[in-house]
């Protein structure tokens, strides 16, 4: 025997009877140490108990195939999780748990396998627990030494979160989740399917980019909330107005796309478009009302663009210009806007390159009042010098007011100026009287542009009360309004005065003129030039001003030509006017003669009961224009 001493072996005792006689019974007794046997099969136990429970909590759910591919065992949690019944789920009885979508792909990836002998690995979708959840079923063939396979080892795993997870990652990658509208990178996509198809069908298609106007209003004054809450209700109102129609997208913003296909002619993609105009919502919120529209820009394949990058920044354009002529509105896509575009490119070039050669200058155009003649201040006015030495206007460079950095740099040059002509003046005595400056309100909505204003005013000692400002009702249209507000509320602080330019030519609201800080009105050329030839001309301005001095503000007439106009609007009560008749823009060298002489005249002309005499006014005005003044 082997074994130290106090072990204990396992010992099987064999016993065989044998007789000596009838009551003499012997027993052999043989004794075999069975300890090592014991032991093997104590771990052939355990292992198979491992083997049982790495099977019973895996997650994954083994079976056994057949050759064929019938399954002949699984485990019982198989059966728990599928609801059937043992002999329901052999063969292939796991079908019928299947997803009626799944079963034609899946059996024929099985059948593929089993005749070519490959592993498979299949997505599908099995009833657990009365639901379809996703899984991957894998299996792996057993052959015989012969190379025949004999069985099928597989098992089934539930992937169902995983899958969730990637279909929604998927879907966010063309998907916008706030309103749930495909994205730009979709509707790219869709576009260009839809071109392919185009182009042997002969049909258009439409591509119209929207955009919600006064949308930027809604998130500044009421919250993103709300803006949010705007963006869900316009995306749900063009699905429903569109669908079956075409893609409705979200590209980004307050910014909207559709796509249509199989349009005969531009004016059914026109017709369609205007549908969208249908969407209109009015927002409450602290007291204000804020009505949404939406512009429409449209372009067509083919004869607006044949790719889609060349359609999308075609509608851009036309969308553009739906929002210039004033919102609320569809514009479709012509090649006149191509040429506007180049044109206001080339205008914002221009004016860039002058600001950069230090061409831009100012002339300054007399403010006259109209009681007693006196010179009362000056218009700022910008020209700029071409390459030839030409002294040009600003028409040529209008674009660039509106352009977000250039008119930045214009404004900066003008103040500049402005300030150091005044200053100069000042030094030698001259009465200046205030200064008006234009602004535009792409550089009202420039982050302080107040406090930048009153640090450049500083720097030439030039006190609040000696310039104006001249804004148009213009300013508060479109993106930025909130800004241009602050900007304005600022300058009121700050106690420059603002003038209301062009009156009567924009909206000429109630509103506008109740609720800003305004001390001046500029009532526009295009009334003072009939004022005494057009009753109607006569009334609006007689109106005009009647208004203006309600609201205990100054009243200016612009675009004064003849002395009669000048006569008529004194007897109406106009305070101040300007215009060729007194004296065209001039530069600044000639600024001072002209206020030495018009002082020397001011007694001549204060005695004159008719109106300011011509002859003694304007000079040095500009010549380019055809001055009438000697
Ligand atoms: P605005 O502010 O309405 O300026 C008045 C315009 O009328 C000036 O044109 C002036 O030369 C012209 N004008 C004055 N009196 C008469 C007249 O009796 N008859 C006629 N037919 N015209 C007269 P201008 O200088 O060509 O300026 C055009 C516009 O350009 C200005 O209109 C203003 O909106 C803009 N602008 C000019 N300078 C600046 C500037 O420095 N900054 C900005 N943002 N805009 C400016
Ligand atoms: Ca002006
Ligand atoms: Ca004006």
Redesign the pocket.
């Known amino acids: 025997m082997h074994g130290g001493a106090g072990d204990l072996r396992h010992i099987r005792v064999l016993a065989q009877a044998r007789h000596r006689g009838p009551d003499r019974p012997v027993v052999d007794l043989v004794a075999v140490d069975v300890t090592s046997e014991h032991a093997e099969i104590d771990l052939l136990r355990r292992s198979m108990e491992n083997l049982r429970l790495i099977v019973e909590y895996n997650p994954q759910l083994p079976w056994i195939a057949d050759a064929e591919g019938r399954i002949i065992d699984f485990t019982d949690r198989w059966l728990e999780n599928t609801g059937l019944e043992r002999d329901e789920a052999a063969g292939s009885g796991w079908l019928s748990a299947t997803h009626p979508d799944d079963v034609e792909p899946v059996t024929q990836r099985v059948a593929h396998s089993h005749a070519t002998g490959e592993p498979f690995d299949v997505r599908v979708r099995l009833m657990v627990n009365d639901q379809y959840r996703w899984m991957r079923a894998q299996a792996y063939p057993r052959r015989d030494d012969e190379g025949r396979i004999i069985r099928w080892y597989g098992y089934t795993e539930d992937i169902h979160e995983s899958v969730l997870i990637e279909e929604q990652i998927r879907w966010n990658a063309d998907h916008d989740s706030l309103t749930e509208l495909p994205n730009r990178a979709m509707f790219n996509a869709c576009l260009d399917k839809a071109l392919g198809r185009a182009l042997t069908d002969f049909k258009k298609v439409g591509v119209f980019l929207l955009d919600i106007d006064n949308f930027k209003d809604v998130n500044d004054l009421m919250g993103h909330h709300a803006g949010d809450d705007l963006l869900k209700s316009f995306a749900a109102r063009l699905k429903a107005i569109f669908a079956g129609e075409g893609v409705v997208a979200r590209l980004g913003g307050d910014e909207f796309a559709i796509l249509i296909e199989n349009a005969d002619n531009r004016q059914q993609l026109a017709d369609l478009a205007d549908r969208a105009l249908t969407i209109r919502e009015t927002l409450f919120a602290a007291g204000r009302s804020l009505e949404c529209r939406v512009s429409v820009g449209v372009a067509a394949f083919p004869e607006d663009g044949r790719v889609a990058t060349e359609l999308l920044r075609h509608a851009d354009l036309a969308l553009y210009r739906a929002k210039s002529l004033g919102r609320g509105r569809v514009q479709m896509f012509e090649q006149s806007l191509l040429e506007d575009m180049q044109e206001r490119v080339a205008m914002i070039n221009r004016a860039r390159t002058a600001v950069r050669d230090g061409t831009i200058i100012?002339?300054y155009?007399p403010k006259v009042s109209l009681q007693t003649g006196e010179l009362v201040g000056f218009?700022?006015?910008?020209r700029w010098r071409d390459s030839c030495g030409t002294i040009r206007?600003?028409?040529e460079i209008?674009a660039a007011?509106d352009d977000h950095d250039v008119?930045d740099m214009?404004?900066q040059t003008?103040t500049s100026q402005v300030f150091s002509d005044m200053a100069a003046w000042r030094a030698r005595g001259l009465a200046v009287g205030h200064v008006a400056?234009?602004?535009?309100s792409a550089?009202l909505r420039r982050e302080r542009f107040a406090g930048r204003l009153i640090e450049t005013m500083e720097r030439f000692s030039i006190a609040p009360d000696s310039i104006e400002i001249?804004i148009?009702e213009g300013v508060f249209l479109g993106a930025g309004s909130d800004a241009v507000r602050r900007s304005i509320d600022e300058l009121h602080m700050c106690n420059i005065p603002l003038a209301l330019?062009?009156f009567g030519t924009g909206f000429a609201s109630l509103t506008h003129l109740r609720s800003l800080p305004v001390s001046t009105l500029k009532i526009d050329?295009s009334f003072v030039s009939g004022v005494t030839a057009r009753e109607s001309d006569g009334a609006i301005v007689s109106a005009l001003i009647t208004l203006g001095r309600a609201l205990n503000m100054k009243v200016v007439a612009?675009?004064?030509?003849e002395a009669d106009q000048s006569i008529r609007l004194r007897e109406m009560g106009c305070d101040y006017a300007?215009?060729?008749?007194f004296s065209?823009?001039a530069p600044s060298e000639t600024i001072p003669a002209l206020i030495q002489s018009w002082s020397e005249n001011s007694a001549v002309i204060s005695l004159n009961r008719r109106a300011v005499p011509r002859s003694s006014l304007g000079r040095g005005g500009e010549g380019w224009a055809g001055s009438r003044i000697a």
Not at 437 to 440: D, K, L, P
């Open positions: 100012s002339y155009q218009e700022a006015l910008l206007s600003p028409a209008y007011f008119a214009i404004g003008m400056i234009n602004v535009s550089e001249e148009t330019d062009d050329r612009e675009g004064v030509e300007q215009g060729f008749y065209r823009p």
